[in-house]
C-alpha cells in the first residue's frame, strides 16, 4: 500500500510548491491533477505486476511494439518514400490557403531541423544558438534585397555561404570544447547575433525589423502564394533530404559518427577532427541559412523577435522528439511541433510550458526519440572496413 | 563616475555571486549545468512579492518591519528550496548516468516550463515589488549609496562567509566534499548520496532565492524573463571562477559585475549584455578551468 499512501502526500506536495504563485484555488486543481497522474500511473504499474492485466498488458505492449517498428522499418525504405512524395505533391489541391501556409512552414522547420540534425545527432556537439544562423540567412537576403535589389536565387546561395562562413567562424575558437560547455558557448553566441540585430540601428532598423522584402520569381511568375511556397519549400526540402541522407552514409558522415561517440578514439584511428567538426558547423549552419532566405522571402518581413532562443530550442526539440539523428525522425519532430500547435490554438498560452515539460518527460522515458535512428553503434561496426575509419587528411 | 560604478558593481556582483553559488555547488557534485537554476531565482523573487503581499493585508509591515523582513526572505527561501529539491527529483535523478546531453536537454526543458508556468499564473507584466525598507542614502567618495545597498552588501557577504564556514566544518559540508570528489567512493564510505545531491540543490536554490528576493527590492520590479539572463550571468561568473569552486564562483560574480558595471559606464550602456556574454565565451575558450581553477574533483578530469 506504500505505493499508494504517496499518492495524497505528493498532491499536498505539488500544491504546496503552487501556492504562493498560483493563488489557492489553482494550487489546489494542481495538486488533485498531479495526484491523479500518480495515481493512475502507480494502479497501472501496480496491476501490471500483481499479474492483472499482466496478460493484456503485455499483448497491447507487443502490438504497439511490433507496429512501431514497422513504422521505423518502413520509414527507411525508399519505395514509401516515392509514394509519400507524390502524396505530398498532390496534397495542396486539397486544402485551404490556411493549412498550405502551416505546411510551408513545416516545410521550412524541416529544413531547420535536418540541418540541426547533422550537428547535433551526426556529430553530437549540442548546439544552443542554431537561430543565429537562421538569422543571419534571413538577414543577408532581407539587407542585400532592400539595399542592393538582389534577387531571391542568387541571394540563397549567398545566404547560404554567408550561414556556413558563420558556422566556420563559430566553430574555429570552439573546437577544443565538449559537450555542455559547447552548449553554452553556441547559446552564448545565438545571443550575441541577436542582440546586435536587435542594437544595430543604421543597419538592421533594430526592433522594428525590415519591410518589404522582395518576394522570388521563377522566370516571369513572381511567387507569393501559398502554393507557390509550397512547391518551393518542398523542392528545397527533397534537395536537403537527399543530401542529408547522403552526408549521413559518406565517408565524413561516418566520421561524424565516429567523433559523436568518442572523439578521442576517432582522432586515434586518423579522423581528422578540425576538419570534421568544423565541416558539421559549417553544413548544419548552410541549411540554417537555406531555411532563413526563404523565411524572409516568405514573410517579406523580420525582425530579431523571430531569432529567440525559444525558437533555438523548439528546433532543438524537434530533433531530441523525432529522435536524434534519424532522418525520417526529425521530420516527423518537425512536423508534430508545427501542426500540432496549430490544431491546439486555444492552448497558445500553455504552448511553451508543454513543449519543456514533453522535453523533460522525452528524456526521461524514451531518450532515443519517436523514431530511432538506423543501426546506432553497430552502423559504424557493420559498414567500416578496418584501417579506413573515416576521413583522411 | 568611478565610485559610483564601483558600487553599482559590487551590489550586482553579490547578487550574481549567490546565484552563481548555485551553479558551482551542482556542477562541482553532478558535472551538470542546473538550466533552471536561473528560474528558481526568478521564482524566489515571485514569492517574494506573494509574502509582502499577505503580510501587507495583515497589517504586519506597518506593526513589525524586523519580522517582516525575516519572513520576506525566510519563506522565500524555503520554498526555493523546496522548488530545487523537487526539480532534481523529476527532471535530473532519473536521468543519472545516461549521456550528457539528456540531462541537460531535460535541464532546458525544466527551464522552459518553469518560465512560462510562472507567466501562465502570474500574467506576462511586470510585477511591482513593494517598497519595504525605507532608507537614506549618503554620499561616499562621490558615488551614492544607499541603505538599501549597503543591506544587500552585508546580508550577501553574511550568507557567502556562512556557506563557506558550513562547507568547511559541517559533517554534512564534509560529505558534500566528499561526494564532489569520487560519488562512487563517498557512497562506499557511507555517505547517503542521494540525499547530499537534494541538499546541494536545496543550499543552492536558497542562495537564489535570496538573490531573488534582493533584486526584487533592489530594483522595484519582476517579471518572468529575469530569470534567463541572470541565470546564464551568473553562470559566466561561475565559469569565470573555476566552476566547482565555491570560493571562484564569489570571486567570479564580483569581477563579472564590475567589468559589466564599468563597461556600460565608460563604453556602451546598450551593448552590456553582449559583453557579459563577450566574457563567458572569452573564458569558455582561453581557459575553460576559469581563475580559480576547478574543484578538484570529477569535474577537472572530464
Keep these: ?393 | 563616475m568611478f565610485a559610483q560604478q564601483l558600487v553599482n558593481g559590487l551590489v550586482v556582483g553579490a547578487v550574481y555571486a549567490l546565484i552563481a553559488l548555485g551553479y558551482t555547488l551542482v556542477y562541482g557534485i553532478l558535472q551538470l549545468i542546473n538550466f533552471a537554476h536561473g528560474e528558481i531565482y526568478m521564482i524566489g523573487a515571485y514569492v517574494g512579492i506573494a509574502v509582502l503581499a499577505v503580510l501587507g493585508t495583515m497589517g504586519l509591515t506597518q506593526t513589525s518591519l524586523a519580522l517582516s523582513i525575516v519572513l520576506v526572505f525566510l519563506i522565500p527561501m524555503i520554498y526555493c528550496a523546496a522548488y530545487g529539491i523537487t526539480l532534481e527529483r523529476v527532471a535530473y535523478r532519473p536521468l543519472r548516468g545516461a549521456p550528457r546531453l539528456s540531462p541537460l536537454i531535460s535541464a532546458i526543458g525544466m527551464s522552459l516550463f518553469l518560465q512560462n508556468y510562472v507567466q501562465v499564473v502570474q500574467g506576462a507584466r511586470d510585477k511591482a515589488f513593494p517598497n519595504l525598507l525605507e532608507l537614506g542614502s549618503f554620499q561616499l567618495f562621490g558615488a551614492y549609496v544607499n541603505g538599501l545597498q549597503i543591506f544587500i552588501l552585508v546580508l550577501a557577504v553574511g550568507l557567502m562567509a556562512a556557506l563557506q564556514l558550513f562547507i568547511k566544518k559541517t559533517k554534512l559540508g564534509k560529505a558534500m566534499r566528499a561526494t564532489a570528489q569520487d560519488r562512487t567512493m563517498a557512497s562506499l564510505v557511507g555517505v547517503n548520496v542521494n540525499r547530499v545531491i537534494a541538499f546541494t540543490f536545496a543550499i543552492g536554490s536558497v542562495m537564489a532565492a535570496v538573490a531573488g528576493v534582493m533584486v526584487g527590492m533592489y530594483y522595484g520590479i519582476v517579471n518572468h524573463h529575469i530569470g534567463f539572463v541572470a541565470g546564464m550571468k551568473a553562470f559566466t561568473a561561475a565559469v569565470l571562477g573555476g566552476i566547482g569552486n565555491v570560493t571562484g564562483a564569489l570571486l567570479g560574480g564580483f569581477l563579472l559585475a564590475l567589468l559589466e558595471s564599468f563597461w556600460a559606464g565608460y563604453v556602451s550602456a546598450v551593448y552590456k549584455d553582449i559583453f557579459a556574454f563577450m566574457v563567458l565565451v572569452v573564458v569558455l575558450i582561453f581557459r575553460p578551468e576559469g581563475i580559480l581553477g576547478g574543484s578538484g574533483g570529477e569535474a577537472d578530469r572530464t
Design chain 1, 1 to 393: 500500500m506504500s505505493a499508494y499512501a504517496r499518492v495524497p502526500l505528493i498532491g499536498l506536495w505539488f500544491a504546496f510548491l503552487a501556492l504562493p504563485l498560483a493563488g489557492w484555488r489553482n494550487s489546489l486543481w494542481i495538486g488533485l491533477g498531479c495526484a491523479l497522474v500518480v495515481l493512475i500511473v502507480s494502479v497501472a504499474r501496480a496491476s501490471v505486476q500483481s499479474g492483472y492485466l499482466a496478460w493484456p498488458a503485455g499483448r497491447v505492449k507487443a502490438g504497439f511494439t511490433t507496429a512501431w517498428s514497422f513504422i521505423e522499418e518502413k520509414s527507411y525504405d525508399k519505395r514509401y518514400w516515392s509514394l509519400f512524395l507524390l502524396l505530398v505533391i498532390a496534397l495542396p489541391w486539397t486544402l485551404d490557403r490556411y493549412s498550405t501556409d502551416v505546411l510551408v512552414i513545416t516545410g521550412i522547420y524541416i529544413m531547420l531541423a535536418l540541418g540541426l540534425n547533422v550537428v547535433v545527432g551526426f556529430a553530437g556537439l549540442l548546439d544552443l544558438g542554431y537561430v543565429a544562423f537562421y538569422a543571419v540567412g534571413a538577414y543577408s537576403y532581407a539587407l542585400l534585397n532592400s539595399w542592393y535589389g538582389l534577387s531571391f536565387w542568387p541571394a540563397l546561395g549567398v545566404g547560404v555561404a554567408c550561414s556556413a562562413l558563420f558556422g566556420v567562424i563559430l566553430g574555429i575558437p570552439v573546437l577544443r570544447l565538449r559537450g555542455d560547455y559547447l552548449a553554452i558557448v553556441t547559446l552564448g553566441f545565438g545571443e550575441i547575433i541577436r542582440l546586435v540585430l536587435n542594437n544595430w540601428d543604421n543597419v538592421t532598423q533594430g526592433p522594428n525589423g525590415i519591410l518589404g522584402i522582395g518576394r522570388p520569381y521563377l522566370g516571369d511568375m513572381r511567387l507569393y502564394k501559398p502554393m507557390h511556397f509550397y512547391y518551393l519549400v518542398l523542392a528545397l526540402c527533397v534537395i536537403t533530404i537527399f543530401i542529408v541522407n547522403r552526408l549521413d552514409k559518406s565517408r565524413l558522415g561516418r566520421a561524424w559518427a565516429a567523433m559523436r561517440e568518442d572523439e578521442t578514439v576517432a582522432e586515434c584511428v586518423g579522423v581528422n577532427i578540425v576538419y570534421t567538426k568544423l565541416s558539421a558547423f559549417a553544413f548544419g549552419a548552410a541549411w540554417a541559412g537555406f531555411g532563413g532566405v526563404v523565411f524572409s522571402a516568405k514573410q517579406t518581413f523580420i525582425s530579431p523577435e523571430s531569432f529567440t532562443f525559444f525558437e533555438s530550442v523548439i528546433i532543438l526539440c524537434m530533433v531530441v522528439l523525432g529522435g536524434m539523428a534519424s532522418i525520417p525522425g526529425v521530420m516527423l519532430g518537425a512536423f508534430i511541433l508545427t501542426v500540432l500547435p496549430e490544431a491546439l490554438r486555444e492552448l497558445t498560452l500553455f504552448r511553451p510550458m508543454l513543449l519543456g515539460g514533453a522535453m523533460v518527460l522525452m528524456m526521461v522515458l524514451r531518450p532515443q526519440g519517436l523514431l530511432q535512428a538506423k543501426g546506432g553503434r553497430h552502423h559504424l561496426e557493420r559498414d567500416e572496413p578496418q584501417g579506413e575509419a573515416g576521413a583522411g587528411r
